[in-house]
């Protein structure tokens, strides 16, 4: 079985300054890693995934994220954030193999002050 | 853009009425699942769906849950007697694809009250 852990559950930042929303997994075997985002009044949507391969990825919004094996993290990180990256968001694993069962931390809200 | 639908946002009922919840998922997607969030707590996986028949499901999957796929659209969780605890909302989603390794496209949720 697989768990993951969202250690903050609300982070407040100015517009423009760094972000990082911290994530952790546990699980006995290999799992894919996701982050969704959902906006106020909207359902969850895909931010980016790892899958294989480079362990940072990228979303096309300017979000990152690194999957580190030893520390079972996999950490969202933002140089400079928007006002309009005000929403919560949702750090989830599955497992390679079966279906697309999604196992979610708890969110982060993360709100954006001018 | 295509995306999931579902109808109706929120809903309030008496403990022990049946409620439908419903789904339209993007139409070339096969698999269809759904999830829900009980208020403050995780969103977590209820049941996935393929091929006209349940896939996988949790243990909160119980006998007082369904699911239908009623025609080519639409994809509805039934649940038979409602209980204060299944107020939460209830999120849909498919994808195209089986594995982890697949996108799921969320609906907006249907907010459940149960009094």
């Known amino acids: 079985a697989q768990s993951v852990t969202q250690l903050d559950s609300q982070v407040p930042v100015f517009e423009e300054a760094p972000v990082e929303l911290r994530c952790n997994y546990s699980s006995s075997v290999s799992v894919y890693l996701f982050w969704y985002v959902q906006y106020p009044n909207q359902g969850l949507q895909l931010l980016l995934k790892y899958l294989s391969g480079s362990t940072l990825v990228e979303s096309i919004n300017g979000f990152e994220a690194e999957f580190n094996k030893s520390q079972t993290s996999f950490h969202l990180r933002k140089p400079s954030v928007h006002i309009s990256d005000t929403a919560e968001y949702f750090c989830a694993v599955s497992e390679l193999q079966g279906a697309q069962k999604l196992v979610f931390g708890q969110g982060t809200r993360l709100t954006i002050n001018p | 853009e295509p995306e999931v639908t579902q109808t109706p946002s929120h809903q309030v009922t008496q403990m022990g009425q049946e409620v439908i919840l419903r789904c339209v998922p993007i139409s070339n997607h096969l698999y269809f699942y759904w999830y829900r969030q009980i208020l403050g707590q995780k969103v977590e996986f209820l049941v996935s769906f393929y091929n006209n028949e349940i896939s996988e499901k949790s243990e909160i999957f119980d006998d007082q849950f369904s699911v239908e796929r009623p025609d080519g659209s639409n994809f509805t969780l039934k649940i038979r007697s409602t209980k204060l605890e299944d107020s939460a909302m209830y999120f849909c989603?498919?994808?195209?694809?089986?594995?982890?390794?697949?996108?799921?496209?969320f609906g907006e949720g249907s907010r459940l009250t149960v009094l």
């Open positions: 989603a498919s994808s195209e694809v089986r594995g982890g390794s697949g996108e799921l496209f």
